[in-house]
């Protein structure tokens, strides 16, 4: 049967953050009739939606998800939501306090006041921090929860409240666990910025980019514009009761990212400078497996490394490079993580 987003309205909490904005724009190529977006803009950021108010109607609410009323209220007369709304890991570990609150009640909140408005489907961002340190490779959904972080706790628990009020109330869901998403729109500014920003921060001003440990840790990643086919995919589907990765199901050292970002920017004079490593997240590989995704929601990524690196330095420099300087500080911690 599937779910028909044609004149629809919809619901994407963080959406005006990385992906969330992404998905506004994919909604717009579905037709729907309205997009509301929840930020309280941690992370989001106005411009981001820009795109999508030129196509058609987004109403933004500057507001938080752990502020139940103001989800009842936005929740009524909603046909979908789009779970986005999160905190980077980096942040989460530097204040688990305020990371169990936004990841934890946060969504219980989001997916109670779905329930309550009779939202007929929620798709929601979950990570595979969920896996942590692979016990093999490539890792399937089955595989156990590895995780050893707070953020990665978060996202389980996330998964468990949306099959609960699944069994409990009968709300279809679909969790999406993201592997290493990258490209334009990349968290840019304040604390806790991206690896990839932090090095074409660098590589700009012409110096190397720094990688924390010996360089052969090793990601999955996979482009925003991906990720956003990937929950349009979840949403018509019949899918429900599932989560499922969202990978490109190739796997690439920080080494050889860190060669081609220099490419890509066209420095590839520059050699990257190892430092000793970091303990944020003490993941050393990632390769997801796609069958499940291809089988379940029909969803393969499209878009490689190489073509998406050349989107993200053109967009940066043409957006946020511009707006930041190559020669400004980004923050004081950058991790292997991309894209939480």
């Not at 005006?16 to 724009?25: N, R």
């Not at 609410?61 to 909603?78: A, K, P, T, W």
């Not at 393969?300 to 967009?315: K, Q, Y």
Request: proline share 3%; with cysteine.
């Amino acid at each position: 049967m599937g779910y028909e987003l044609a004149g629809s309205r919809v619901l994407i909490t963080g959406g005006s953050g990385f992906v969330g904005s992404h998905i506004a724009d994919a909604l717009m190529d579905a037709n729907v009739a309205e997009i509301i977006t929840i930020d309280n803009l941690v992370r989001g950021r106005r411009e981001h939606l820009r795109a999508a108010e030129a196509r058609g109607q987004v109403t933004f609410i500057e507001g938080d998800i752990r502020d139940r009323d103001l989800l009842q209220r936005s929740m009524q007369g909603i046909d979908y939501v789009f779970h986005e709304a999160a905190l980077r890991i980096t942040h989460c570990a530097a204040d688990p306090r305020l990371g169990h609150s936004v990841m934890v009640e946060g969504t219980f909140n989001v997916v109670e006041a779905a329930h309550q408005a009779g939202v007929k489907k929620v798709v929601a961002a979950s990570s595979a921090s969920v896996y942590g340190e692979p016990s093999s490779l490539p890792m399937h959904e089955e595989h156990p929860y590895n995780n050893r972080t707070l953020y990665g706790a978060a996202k389980i628990a996330n998964e468990h409240l949306l099959r609960s009020f699944n069994d409990m109330y009968g709300l279809p869901y679909v969790a999406l666990r993201y592997f290493n998403v990258y490209g334009p729109r990349m968290d840019a500014f304040g604390q806790y910025v991206e690896v990839m920003i932090r090095w074409m921060t660098s590589i700009g001003r012409g110096e190397p980019p720094r990688i924390y440990g010996d360089g052969t840790q090793t990601m999955d990643f996979i482009y925003v514009g991906d990720v956003a086919r990937a929950n349009i995919a979840a949403l018509r589907s019949d899918a429900s009761d599932v989560a499922l990765n969202v990978a490109s199901g190739t796997q690439t050292s920080l080494t050889e990212l860190s060669g081609l970002l220099c490419e890509t920017m066209g420095r590839p004079d520059l050699r990257p400078e190892y430092t000793e490593e970091r303990k944020v997240n003490p993941v050393h590989h990632r390769l997801g497996a796609t069958e499940q995704a291809r089988e379940r929601i029909g969803f393969s990524a499209t878009v490689d490394l190489r073509e998406g690196l050349r989107r993200l330095v053109a967009w940066w420099q043409a957006d946020a490079g511009a707006t930041i300087g190559v020669g400004a500080s980004t923050g004081a911690d950058a991790t292997t993580e991309v894209g939480r």
